[in-house]
């Protein structure tokens, strides 16, 4: 664990500019700089770099974040790695708590690792130049050398003991250990007195290393060259490789994903370095197994769009459909995920060589989306004329809204199903015991049931998460209520206290219920923000700054209505003076609005001549405070 006091003095000490202008070309646009994304495709710079937050932002995309941040999403680092690389820059080490001895070992077990395969790649790289059969093979398939050279293909050779030649004899307990370890060699069964045997796993194949973001060697796959079984064998799991966490060629895509704005997930190691050489470098693959929700946690991380290209075969759209349970429960309106079929008899890497680049482009753009596939597999094999195909279908699809998250994309395909089944939404809805009407973050909608105030709204809600658990009933007159206008100052007090967490943690708890009084009069999710908000700058040191504060938002639950306030944010910047002017002013009017409850109280006393000397002296209380405050 890395101290958040030093990634904070880190961030205070590296320019955010200077980081971010070795990949992107910024030029000055009043307080901030400008380019053009590095994430979307764009013509006109919407990204915008600001030197006082020490921040980026693009109005396009909607990406942003801190140094750390940026080199996370454009390297392909991970939090401590962009860290490091960042203290690296300025000559500092990073702190560390001290591991655990299972922890030193672990790490000492993974530099070894990664130093051995390293090697073992080098070997069969050298040894693919003095094959010529290989390198035929290989020419057969379309593949140039610099193709070859990029994924860092070679080959191995047909022979037991091959690697003893780099690592030495695999009758020494400590060179066969670490090559067991590595999923290199094979260790046999011992009968007896009879030394087990030792022998190379990859043999008389074509080798693919499999690489993971930084570009180190953690696996390999072997393609066999001729007939034989298996046609392609993995490295088994290792203390560096998880076949279910890893996708073949993302190391050598990333480039290439960010610039075509989308990623082409396929069967095998073939097919990636195939469509690399015919047009396609954004190409990735999994390694031999089901994708996985690390799989595709991984994809979405890299690209806003992934299509996944399968055989048309059963085997195919089987896969297909592992992908797409592996997919349901990540979706997000602002992703995309789609599904493209082959012919039965094509593979990518053949397709396109038979029809083209361009047939190949156009068949991606018109691949099928999640929600077709959707309707597709709830469907497959059942009658939808009958109504006992109908209800199967209707079943089927029960499991698969239970993890959909609550979005707008899951409104769209129950009003589609509902349409193929013959009923209505709502008693769709019913059924999976779901409700589609979902409080948008800052939509402007109030949340509270009509006729009822903020207050006594929270009273009559169930007191579980109100959202998934409010009664059919009130969901219905939320979702006929008109729009009512937006109390547009519990949004200012929020881009105040992001901006400045400072001010926040300042707050009496009398001025912090004030606020969320504020933020109820609009709704009930603006407030559950609020007070998160709130909390989180209570947090936040005295000297937090916005870049550091911004990363600490990003691991809310709230983190969405967070990212709407930062695009608000750097719209219109307060300075500090001006965030305390507002918030100042906010709290009087708020204490105004209470004063003036109050008087009405007590008027309504003596009007029915109730009031006791207690009510009256008070009257005169609030009466003078009143005309204080204007």
């Known amino acids: 664990m890395i101290p958040r006091t030093f990634i904070d003095d880190l961030l205070n000490r590296v320019d955010i500019v200077d980081v ?110 003095k094959n010529q059969r290989a390198i035929q093979y290989l020419k057969n398939r379309g593949l140039s050398g610099d193709i070859a050279k990029r994924y860092g293909i070679g080959y191995a050779n047909d022979d037991w003991q091959n690697l003893e030649k780099v690592f030495g004899s695999y009758g020494q307990d400590t060179i066969a250990k670490s090559l067991v370890e590595a999923g290199l060699i094979i260790q046999g069964e011992s009968e007896g007195r009879t030394i087990a045997k030792r022998y190379d796993r990859f043999r008389d194949r074509i080798m693919f290393p499999i690489r993971n973001l930084k570009g180190q060697v953690i696996g390999f796959g072997g393609r066999i060259i001729d007939h034989g079984e298996p046609k392609y064998l993995n490295s088994p799991e290792t203390a560096l490789f998880k076949k279910g966490q890893t996708l073949y060629g993302l190391f050598e895509a990333r480039k290439s994903i960010r610039e075509m704005s989308y990623v082409l997930v396929c069967e095998g190691y073939m097919d990636v370095v195939a469509l690399a050489q015919l047009g396609f470098p954004n190409a990735v693959a999994t390694l031999g197994t089901a994708s996985t929700e690390s799989h595709v946690q991984l994809l979405l991380r890299h690209s806003d769009k992934v299509v996944f290209s399968f055989d048309g075969d059963a085997a195919g759209v089987r896969a297909a459909k592992r992908a797409f349970e592996a997919s349901i429960a990540l979706l997000s309106d602002e992703k995309e995920i789609r599904f493209l079929f082959l012919p039965k008899e094509h593979d990518p890497d053949s397709f396109v060589r038979e029809m083209g680049g361009e047939v190949f482009s156009q068949a991606i753009s018109q691949a099928k989306p999640l929600s077709v596939f959707f309707i597709d597999i709830i469907g497959e094999g059942l009658d939808w004329n009958t109504a006992e195909g109908r209800a199967q279908a209707q079943n089927e699809a029960k ?65 579980r998460d109100w959202q998934k658990n409010a009664d059919l009933r009130a969901m219905e007159n939320l979702a006929k209520q008109k729009p009512v206008a937006p109390t547009d100052i519990g949004i200012q007090l929020m881009r105040v206290l992001i901006q400045y967490p400072l001010l926040g943690k300042r707050l009496s708890p009398t001025q912090c219920q004030a606020l969320l009084k504020i933020a109820l009069a609009r709704n009930l999710q603006t407030q559950a923000v609020m007070q ?65 409850q109050e008087m009405l109280e007590i008027t309504e006393k003596i009007n029915k001549n109730i009031q006791t000397n207690e009510d009256l002296n008070r009257y005169r209380a609030v009466v003078t405070k009143l005309k204080n405050n204007g």
């Not at 409700?435 to 402007?444: I, Y």
């Not at 937090?544 to 930062?566: C, E, I, R, W």
Request: with cysteine; net charge neutral; aromatic share 8%.
């Open 399 to 463: 499991v698969y809204f239970k993890k959909m998250p609550p979005i707008a994309l899951r409104t769209q395909i129950l009003r589609e199903l509902a349409k193929r089944l013959g009923i209505t939404q709502l008693e769709l809805e019913q059924f999976y015991g779901i409700a589609s009407v979902e409080v948008n973050h800052f939509a402007g909608r109030s949340a509270s049931v009509p006729g009822v105030s903020g207050l006594e709204t929270l009273k009559k809600l169930p007191k």
């Open 532 to 596: 998160d908000l709130l909390e989180l700058c209570k947090q936040e040191p005295e000297d937090g700054k916005f870049a550091s504060f911004q990363n600490v938002l990003a691991t809310s639950v709230h983190a969405k209505a967070y990212d709407v306030l930062l695009k608000k944010v750097f719209e219109t910047e307060f300075s500090l003076e001006e965030a305390t002017l507002h918030l100042n002013g906010a709290l009087k009017k708020v204490e105004v609005e209470i004063l003036k």
């Open 20 to 129: 971010i202008s070795k990949s992107v070309t910024l030029k000055k646009s009043g307080s901030n700089l400008q380019g053009l994304c590095p994430f979307h495709q764009e013509k006109s710079p919407s990204f915008s770099v600001s030197e006082t937050k020490q921040f980026y932002h693009c109005f396009g995309c909607g990406a942003h974040g801190s140094a750390i941040n940026f080199l996370m999403e454009y390297a392909g680092l991970s939090f401590v790695d962009a860290i490091e690389d960042l203290a690296s820059t300025i000559g500092l080490s990073v702190p560390k708590e001290a591991p655990s001895a299972v922890g030193m070992a672990i790490q000492e077990q993974a530099v070894a690792l990664t130093e051995l395969l390293q090697k073992a790649t080098n070997w069969y790289q050298e040894s693919l130049k």
